[in-house]
Protein backbone atom coordinates (compact mmCIF):
# COMPACT_ATOMS: atom_id res chain seq x y z
CA UNK A 1 0.00 0.00 0.00
CA UNK A 2 1.21 3.24 -0.72
CA UNK A 3 1.49 5.93 1.58
CA UNK A 4 1.13 9.40 -0.38
CA UNK A 5 -1.70 11.50 0.50
CA UNK A 6 -3.21 14.47 -1.43
CA UNK A 7 -5.08 17.44 0.44
CA UNK A 8 -7.72 18.08 -0.54
CA UNK A 9 -9.18 15.79 -2.63
CA UNK A 10 -12.16 18.28 -3.84
CA UNK A 11 -11.44 22.15 -4.03
CA UNK A 12 -13.54 24.85 -5.35
CA UNK A 13 -12.64 28.59 -5.30
CA UNK A 14 -12.96 31.69 -6.62
CA UNK A 15 -10.46 33.59 -9.17
CA UNK A 16 -7.58 35.42 -7.44
CA UNK A 17 -7.01 33.52 -4.63
CA UNK A 18 -4.14 32.27 -3.51
CA UNK A 19 -4.27 28.23 -3.00
CA UNK A 20 -1.79 25.40 -2.11
CA UNK A 21 -2.22 21.72 -2.78
CA UNK A 22 -0.47 19.48 -0.12
CA UNK A 23 1.24 16.63 -0.91
CA UNK A 24 3.03 14.24 1.97
CA UNK A 25 4.58 10.78 1.77
CA UNK A 26 6.00 8.65 4.83
CA UNK A 27 8.16 6.38 1.87
CA UNK A 28 11.25 8.34 2.60
CA UNK A 29 11.00 8.79 -0.93
CA UNK A 30 13.56 11.52 -2.54
CA UNK A 31 12.45 12.10 -5.70
CA UNK A 32 8.41 14.14 -6.06
CA UNK A 33 6.77 15.50 -8.87
CA UNK A 34 3.13 17.01 -9.71
CA UNK A 35 1.58 16.27 -12.89
CA UNK A 36 -1.27 17.79 -14.59
CA UNK A 37 -3.83 15.73 -15.99
CA UNK A 38 -6.54 17.07 -18.63
CA UNK A 39 -9.48 16.14 -19.27
CA UNK A 40 -8.50 13.50 -21.96
CA UNK A 41 -6.98 11.79 -19.01
CA UNK A 42 -3.40 12.79 -20.62
CA UNK A 43 -1.08 13.64 -18.01
CA UNK A 44 1.74 16.26 -18.04
CA UNK A 45 4.96 16.54 -15.62
CA UNK A 46 4.51 20.10 -14.00
CA UNK A 47 7.05 20.23 -11.76
CA UNK A 48 9.25 17.69 -10.13
CA UNK A 49 12.06 17.57 -7.03
CA UNK A 50 15.19 14.63 -6.59
CA UNK A 51 15.65 15.68 -3.02
CA UNK A 52 15.17 18.88 0.05
CA UNK A 53 15.76 22.30 -1.60
CA UNK A 54 15.74 20.91 -5.20
CA UNK A 55 12.69 21.57 -7.58
CA UNK A 56 12.86 21.98 -11.22
CA UNK A 57 10.15 22.84 -14.03
CA UNK A 58 8.43 20.08 -15.77
CA UNK A 59 7.68 19.61 -19.35
CA UNK A 60 4.38 21.73 -19.42
CA UNK A 61 5.03 25.00 -18.37
CA UNK A 62 2.88 25.97 -15.32
CA UNK A 63 1.93 29.22 -13.31
CA UNK A 64 2.19 27.26 -9.86
CA UNK A 65 4.92 26.94 -7.84
CA UNK A 66 6.83 24.50 -5.54
CA UNK A 67 9.05 24.32 -2.57
CA UNK A 68 10.76 21.01 -0.64
CA UNK A 69 11.87 21.73 2.40
CA UNK A 70 11.31 18.58 3.82
CA UNK A 71 11.70 15.31 2.24
CA UNK A 72 8.31 14.00 3.00
CA UNK A 73 6.56 16.75 2.00
CA UNK A 74 5.82 18.77 -1.77
CA UNK A 75 3.28 21.59 -1.81
CA UNK A 76 1.93 23.00 -4.79
CA UNK A 77 1.07 26.84 -4.59
CA UNK A 78 -1.11 29.00 -7.11
CA UNK A 79 -0.95 32.73 -6.24
CA UNK A 80 -3.93 33.59 -8.14
CA UNK A 81 -6.26 30.67 -9.20
CA UNK A 82 -8.00 31.47 -12.69
CA UNK A 83 -10.52 29.07 -14.66
CA UNK A 84 -7.70 28.37 -16.86
CA UNK A 85 -6.03 26.33 -13.74
CA UNK A 86 -9.11 24.05 -13.60
CA UNK A 87 -7.72 20.64 -13.77
CA UNK A 88 -6.90 17.27 -11.94
CA UNK A 89 -3.56 17.54 -9.70
CA UNK A 90 -1.98 14.72 -9.09
CA UNK A 91 1.55 13.99 -6.93
CA UNK A 92 3.91 10.95 -7.05
CA UNK A 93 7.05 10.11 -5.46
CA UNK A 94 9.69 7.28 -6.14
CA UNK A 95 13.16 6.16 -4.75
CA UNK A 96 14.40 4.57 -8.08
CA UNK A 97 12.04 4.35 -11.34
CA UNK A 98 8.64 3.26 -10.24
CA UNK A 99 6.69 6.27 -8.78
CA UNK A 100 3.52 5.85 -6.42
CA UNK A 101 0.77 8.40 -6.53
CA UNK A 102 -1.52 10.03 -4.32
CA UNK A 103 -5.35 10.08 -5.23
CA UNK A 104 -4.83 13.67 -6.62
CA UNK A 105 -6.56 17.01 -5.72
CA UNK A 106 -9.60 18.10 -8.47
CA UNK A 107 -9.37 21.65 -8.64
CA UNK A 108 -12.05 24.10 -10.27
CA UNK A 109 -11.95 27.73 -10.28
CA UNK A 110 -15.18 30.19 -10.83
CA UNK B 1 14.23 12.10 -26.00
CA UNK B 2 12.11 9.51 -24.30
CA UNK B 3 8.66 8.80 -25.86
CA UNK B 4 5.73 6.35 -25.41
CA UNK B 5 3.40 5.81 -27.71
CA UNK B 6 0.03 4.24 -27.14
CA UNK B 7 -2.55 3.50 -29.36
CA UNK B 8 -5.73 5.62 -30.01
CA UNK B 9 -8.53 4.80 -27.69
CA UNK B 10 -11.49 4.00 -26.16
CA UNK B 11 -12.06 0.64 -26.38
CA UNK B 12 -14.97 -1.08 -25.88
CA UNK B 13 -15.03 -4.33 -25.04
CA UNK B 14 -17.44 -7.14 -23.92
CA UNK B 15 -17.18 -9.38 -20.54
CA UNK B 16 -14.73 -11.95 -21.09
CA UNK B 17 -12.91 -10.95 -24.38
CA UNK B 18 -9.42 -10.65 -24.79
CA UNK B 19 -7.85 -7.66 -24.36
CA UNK B 20 -4.74 -6.53 -26.28
CA UNK B 21 -3.62 -2.65 -25.59
CA UNK B 22 -0.36 -1.84 -27.61
CA UNK B 23 2.30 0.23 -26.63
CA UNK B 24 5.39 1.46 -28.40
CA UNK B 25 8.28 3.50 -26.75
CA UNK B 26 11.91 5.41 -28.04
CA UNK B 27 14.72 5.04 -25.47
CA UNK B 28 18.34 6.59 -25.22
CA UNK B 29 19.19 3.72 -22.42
CA UNK B 30 17.70 0.89 -21.15
CA UNK B 31 14.27 1.46 -19.94
CA UNK B 32 12.19 -0.01 -17.25
CA UNK B 33 8.71 -0.49 -18.76
CA UNK B 34 5.66 -0.17 -16.75
CA UNK B 35 1.59 -0.24 -16.89
CA UNK B 36 -0.52 2.02 -14.80
CA UNK B 37 -3.97 1.90 -13.57
CA UNK B 38 -6.09 4.94 -13.33
CA UNK B 39 -9.95 3.78 -12.12
CA UNK B 40 -12.44 6.56 -11.77
CA UNK B 41 -11.73 9.08 -9.36
CA UNK B 42 -8.52 7.85 -8.49
CA UNK B 43 -5.03 8.39 -8.53
CA UNK B 44 -2.85 5.97 -10.66
CA UNK B 45 -1.86 2.62 -9.49
CA UNK B 46 1.20 0.37 -10.24
CA UNK B 47 -0.51 -2.63 -12.62
CA UNK B 48 3.21 -4.47 -13.79
CA UNK B 49 6.87 -3.92 -14.80
CA UNK B 50 9.44 -5.38 -16.79
CA UNK B 51 12.97 -4.52 -15.65
CA UNK B 52 14.74 -6.06 -19.00
CA UNK B 53 14.50 -7.31 -22.50
CA UNK B 54 12.18 -10.62 -22.30
CA UNK B 55 11.02 -9.65 -19.02
CA UNK B 56 7.39 -10.69 -18.08
CA UNK B 57 5.47 -8.62 -15.65
CA UNK B 58 2.40 -9.67 -15.05
CA UNK B 59 -0.54 -8.87 -12.17
CA UNK B 60 -4.28 -9.64 -11.83
CA UNK B 61 -4.41 -11.54 -14.80
CA UNK B 62 -2.80 -8.53 -17.14
CA UNK B 63 0.93 -9.62 -18.66
CA UNK B 64 3.26 -7.34 -21.25
CA UNK B 65 6.88 -8.35 -22.25
CA UNK B 66 9.48 -5.91 -22.66
CA UNK B 67 10.15 -6.56 -26.60
CA UNK B 68 13.43 -4.83 -26.45
CA UNK B 69 13.77 -5.67 -30.96
CA UNK B 70 10.28 -4.20 -31.34
CA UNK B 71 10.61 -1.43 -28.99
CA UNK B 72 6.97 -2.30 -27.74
CA UNK B 73 5.48 -3.80 -24.59
CA UNK B 74 1.78 -4.48 -25.47
CA UNK B 75 -0.53 -5.47 -22.40
CA UNK B 76 -3.10 -8.08 -22.73
CA UNK B 77 -5.79 -9.76 -20.75
CA UNK B 78 -7.38 -13.55 -21.80
CA UNK B 79 -10.99 -12.21 -20.43
CA UNK B 80 -11.72 -8.72 -18.75
CA UNK B 81 -13.96 -8.04 -16.07
CA UNK B 82 -16.30 -4.87 -15.95
CA UNK B 83 -14.11 -4.39 -13.26
CA UNK B 84 -10.95 -3.50 -15.05
CA UNK B 85 -13.26 -0.67 -16.62
CA UNK B 86 -9.96 2.05 -16.07
CA UNK B 87 -7.96 4.15 -18.00
CA UNK B 88 -4.49 2.58 -18.81
CA UNK B 89 -1.44 4.05 -18.85
CA UNK B 90 2.03 3.08 -20.68
CA UNK B 91 5.24 4.25 -19.40
CA UNK B 92 8.98 4.38 -18.95
CA UNK B 93 12.41 5.49 -16.59
CA UNK B 94 15.99 5.09 -17.78
CA UNK B 95 17.00 2.61 -15.01
CA UNK B 96 20.72 4.07 -14.71
CA UNK B 97 20.51 7.66 -12.38
CA UNK B 98 19.61 9.02 -9.61
CA UNK B 99 17.66 11.77 -11.63
CA UNK B 100 15.63 9.05 -13.53
CA UNK B 101 11.93 10.30 -14.68
CA UNK B 102 8.87 8.39 -15.66
CA UNK B 103 7.53 9.22 -19.32
CA UNK B 104 3.96 8.57 -19.64
CA UNK B 105 2.20 7.66 -23.44
CA UNK B 106 -0.98 9.58 -23.13
CA UNK B 107 -3.60 6.69 -21.77
CA UNK B 108 -6.01 4.48 -23.14
CA UNK B 109 -9.72 4.27 -21.54
CA UNK B 110 -10.99 0.71 -21.45
CA UNK B 111 -14.91 -0.02 -20.50
CA UNK B 112 -16.03 -3.71 -20.37
CA UNK B 113 -19.70 -4.05 -20.88
CA UNK B 114 -21.57 -6.95 -18.66
Known amino acids: EADIYQTPRYLVIGTGKKITLECSQTMGHDKMYWYQQDPGMELHLIHY???????EKGDLSSESTVSRIRTEHFPLTLESARPSHTSQYLC?????????FGQGTRLTVV | GNSVTQMEGPVTLSEEAFLTINCTYT??????LFWYVQYPGEGLQLLLKATKADDKGSNKGFEATYRKETTSFHLEKGSVQVSDSAVYFC?????????????FGKGITLSVRP
Open chain 2, 27 to 32: ATGYPS
Open chain 1, 49 to 55: SYGVNST
Open chain 2, 91 to 103: ALSESTGANSKLT
Open chain 1, 92 to 100: ASSRWTEAF
